[in-house]
């Protein structure tokens, strides 16, 4: 499932990050702010009017993702397989 | 003896312009969220081997692989890209000792350029709060360069730093291997950092009420209605302190000095027309007490995500958010925030708009005017109404930013993606000094304004409007005769559909080149014009009984869009880099100003 499929407060580890296109800045930059295969996520929160930003817990770190960033991102629930 | 150029590097909000600011004994600006520096910016210090130091501070970036123009520059500096300046002899490398999963991952980045380097853990206060251990020596060996705790905020706090600086640091023996990056961190990690929590708890329990959907709104709505109510009635008993202190001065001039041309300059020019920007000081005061408060505890970039949905709507990135909060200061800086903005077009976009965000430069003209016609009154005995126009007049000008951005987009067709990717930081207490500080600057900055631009430009509006004196036998009011009077008269034919009176048309001229000078200029202008009584003194009244409220509000409505700062223009010129962009935002700012006033100046007619 991708990130933004979490539930609210969900724990996953991140399995792929996808790139949308050969150039793509933001799968880049996800990878530089530590969403890279093996790393513990968290859905912490989501915005007040819809589903949109989320927040999104990825070390130490707490990140604001709008849906178009976080579907690049491949999770895997604790206790799902693959 | 040659000097050291040493740069600071590291991810946003670690601490760098702190830090940077110790060391130099600079006041850059600092504040809790990603993105404050945009500009590179130099400093000196002298170490305690008598070297001399060039201390470069940069924009906070978390790759080499910029994707806005602010990292651009930071990366730009380091790589020595740069025509005028050659690449610094040492990097100091800024990461937070309570982030490290993030920031070590630039800090090897940075590391395999092979470079003399130097890492300063900052904010080792903080990591002791929350219990988190790192083993400076073990750090310092694994990755091969000398490594110094820092406190940026602590008085003395950079100590260690600048004995490293005495010390020659040679470039890295680059034995760290080009794998997996992650992995790396992952690995220095475990050898050298212990944390009972990977987060703070205190940050998790505010977030959990701050982004609440319910909760998180509702108290971003009394934030913000608390500050506009402030203005209004904290500031009222100083005010009338020190419009009482300046009547009280105008009087005993009139006394003291004969009447003629000096008396006048003096006392309907200084003391009237300057004197009546200075009694807006206390609110500007207040008004920054809240920005710098809401600046420096981390709040900002949450109001960001609350209210993200609504930028998104109108084809904004979340990112523009924080250049347009700042542009509530001074459009100025909040245009060279956009920096931080990675897509180009969202970047103009968000330049376009700045100017739409109510500066505080426009407080004066608001408040002496809701001041004038609208009545102190209780609103379900809870608001002042006053603070309750006032904070329409804001909200005017911020939903019609979303509405122009809303049509931009749809101009240009715009499908492209709109990226948020924002750290939300840590909440920090806001440090009573920093703010005390920083409130003294804006008073100084205020003061200067006063005492330089409006002063200089409130004694030429006297001028024009003192002479030509009339010839013996004119019949009407001397000012008329003046030249002030004239161009005022000619001016009128074209804001007279928007209910502009002469003396509000000759107002607006000097007015281009500071805001607040458009109340000085209509203050010395009615000084001048009216009797030689005490009332002159005192605009309000005056413009209470001079004025219809349909006048009053058209130019409350034209002061929310003109475009009549020509520094912001400049800078957005510098910016953009575009004359059209430039002349584009001044036509449409004005095109929406006079429909405005036109639109509220008819409608009050009728109305009232
Ligand atoms: N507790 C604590 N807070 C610090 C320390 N250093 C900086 N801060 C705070 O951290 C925040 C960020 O500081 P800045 O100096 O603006 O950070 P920066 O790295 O220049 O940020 P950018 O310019 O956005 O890249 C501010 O709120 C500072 O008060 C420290 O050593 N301890
Ligand atoms: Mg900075």
Not at chain 2, 553 to 578: D, G, H, K, M
């Amino acid at each position: 499932m991708r990130l933004h499929e979490l539930p609210r407060g969900g724990r996953a580890v991140i399995t792929a990050i996808y790139e949308l296109s050969a150039e793509d800045v933001i799968a880049r930059r996800l990878m530089e702010l530590g969403f890279v295969p093996g790393e513990p996520v968290r859905l912490l929160a989501t915005g007040p009017l819809s589903a949109e930003p989320l927040l999104v817990q990825v070390g130490s770190t707490r990140f604001a993702l709008r849906i178009a960033e976080a579907s690049r991102i491949e999770v895997a629930m604790e206790g799902e397989s693959g | 003896m040659t000097t050291l150029r040493v740069a600071l590097v590291g991810n946003p909000n670690c601490g760098k312009t702190a830090l940077f600011n110790q060391l130099t004994g600079s006041r850059q600006k600092v504040a809790n969220y990603a993105g404050v520096t945009v500009e590179r910016k130099e400093g000196h210090l002298t170490t305690a081997a008598h070297h001399d130091v060039l201390v470069v501070d940069l924009p906070g970036a978390y790759s080499l692989a910029a994707t806005s123009p602010d990292e651009a520059v930071t990366r730009d500096v380091i790589l020595g890209r740069r025509a005028d300046e050659p690449s610094p002899d040492l990097l100091v490398c800024v990461a937070d000792a309570t982030n490290l999963r993030l920031h070590l991952r630039f800090v090897l980045e940075l590391l395999a350029l092979g470079r003399p380097m130097v890492l300063a853990l900052n904010m080792v206060d903080e990591a002791q709060r929350r219990g988190i251990h790192i083993d400076r020596a073990a750090l310092q060996l694994a990755l091969g360069i000398p490594v110094v705790e820092t406190v940026a905020v602590r008085r003395g706090g950079a100590m260690a730093l600048i004995k490293q600086l005495d010390l020659a640091v040679p470039p890295p023996q680059s034995h760290i291997a080009t794998q997996d990056i992650h992995a790396q961190v992952r690995t220095l990690l475990q050898q050298t950092v212990s944390m009972p929590r990977v987060t703070d708890r205190r940050d998790e329990v505010i977030d959990r009420i701050v982004l609440h959907p319910v909760w998180g709104l509702v108290l971003l709505a009394a934030v913000l209605f608390l500050m506009f109510q402030a203005v209004f009635s904290w500031a009222a008993p100083l005010m009338d302190a020190i419009e009482a202190t300046l009547q009280a001065s105008g009087q005993a001039l009139r006394h003291v000095l004969p009447e003629g041309a000096l008396r006048s300059l003096l006392v309907d020019g200084v003391i009237a027309g300057a004197g009546s920007v200075l009694v807006f000081l206390p609110q500007i005061i207040i008004l920054f007490l809240f920005i710098l408060v809401l600046e420096q505890s981390g709040y900002l970039p949450r109001a960001a995500f609350l209210l993200d949905r609504i930028m998104m709507t109108a084809g904004l990135t979340g990112r523009s958010f924080i250049p347009l909060l700042s542009s509530f200061a001074c459009a100025i800086p909040g245009v060279m925030a956009t920096r931080t903005i990675q897509n180009p077009r969202d970047r103009l976009v968000t330049i376009m708009i700045a100017p739409l965000m109510t500066c505080s430069a426009r407080l004066p003209v608001y408040a002496l005017l809701i001041g004038a016609f609208i009545p102190q009154r209780s609103v379900l005995g809870l608001f002042n109404l006053q603070g309750l126009v006032l904070f329409m007049l804001y909200l005017a000008g911020i939903l019609s930013a979303l509405l122009v951005a809303a049509v931009l987009k749809k101009l240009r067709h715009d499908t492209s993606e709109h990226a948020l990717l924002l750290e939300l930081p840590s909440y920090r207490l806001p440090n009573v000094r920093d703010l005390a500080l920083g409130l003294w600057e804006r008073a100084t900055i205020f003061l200067h304004r006063v005492g330089g631009i409006i002063l200089s430009l409130t004694i030429l509006l006297w001028f024009l409007s003192s002479y030509p004196a009339p010839p013996a036998g004119f019949s009407g009011a001397a000012i008329d005769y003046s030249m002030a009077g004239r161009i005022g008269h000619l001016l009128q034919v074209v804001f007279a559909p928007i209910g502009f009176n002469w003396q509000i048309s000759i107002a607006l001229i000097p007015g281009l080149a500071a805001r607040e000078v458009a109340v000085s200029s209509l203050a010395t202008v009615y000084a001048i014009s009216g009797s030689d009584t005490a009332a002159a003194e005192q605009l309000v009244p005056i413009l209470a009984s001079q004025w219809s409220l349909a006048t009053g509000l058209s130019l409350l409505a034209w002061y929310v869009f003109a475009p009549q700062c020509l520094s912001t223009l400049a800078v957005i010129r510098r910016e953009t880099n575009s004359w059209r962009s430039t002349a584009l935002c001044a036509g449409y700012l004005f095109a929406l100003a006079y429909v405005a006033s036109l639109v509220t100046y008819q409608v009050a007619r009728v109305l009232w």
